[in-house]
């Protein structure tokens, strides 16, 4: 895995582990937040890595053409 790669997966980890804290505090009603502030992590990945060109996939293309 090149460092590329581990650095966007990294990146997806920490939103889905930010995603999923932000959701037990909002099903234990500790804040009142409406879901789509409690998903912004993910929806900030899934536009960085459309914006981007597509993010990992774009990466598995270009190493298959270097072949």
Known sequence: MSRDQSI???GFYVAGLLCFV???LKLTML????WWRVLLPLWA?????????G?????DRGEASRR
């Open 8 to 10: 966007q997966a990294s």
């Open 22 to 24: 932000l959701a037990v």
């Open 31 to 34: 804040v009142r937040w409406s």
């Open 45 to 53: 990945l899934v536009c960085h890595s459309a914006l981007s060109g």
């Open 55 to 59: 993010g990992i996939p774009m990466a």
